[in-house]
Nanobody, 126 residues
Framework: QVQLAESGGGLVQAGGSLRLSCAAS????????MGWFRQAIGKEREFVVA????????YDSDSMKGRFTISRDNAKNMVYLQMNSLKPEDTAVYFC???????????????????WGQGTQVTVSS
């Protein structure tokens, strides 16, 4: 069983920055692929970015790649999402997810993630 806990969300003005953190339980965190997803009100959950167990990254789009940065600290069982140049359309609940399958690449498919956090709200005002 893996437990995930997100933190770092909040209210920020457009153009601002936030750093989300995800703390994971489990002895084998270094072997997990980790992802960030988000869900805005009235919309489906969407992929944001993922990082493989070897540190490879996968971004949803070039736009996010230029503004968002995912990183991990295996010694601390942590994954981070640095978000810069935030836009009102980034407003959503952000979820951390873990793929513990042993897959060697990061995936954007939400159905391939085994564990999910409760989410943290990010609100970007215009």
């Amino acid at each position: 069983q893996v437990q995930l806990a997100e933190s770092g969300g909040g209210l920020v003005q457009a153009g601002g920055s936030l750093r989300l953190s995800c703390a994971a339980s489990g002895r084998f965190f270094g072997s997990f692929n980790m992802g960030w997803f988000r869900q805005a009100i009235g919309k489906e959950r969407e992929f944001v970015v993922a990082i493989s167990r070897s540190g490879g990254t996968l971004y949803d789009s070039d736009s996010m790649k230029g503004r968002f940065t995912i990183s991990r600290d295996n010694a601390k069982n942590m994954v981070y999402l640095q978000m810069n140049s935030l836009k009102p359309e980034d407003t959503a609940v952000y979820f951390c997810a873990a793929d513990v399958s042993g897959r060697y690449y990061a995936t954007a498919r939400s159905d391939l993630y085994d564990y999910w956090g409760q989410g943290t709200q990010v609100t970007v005002s215009s």
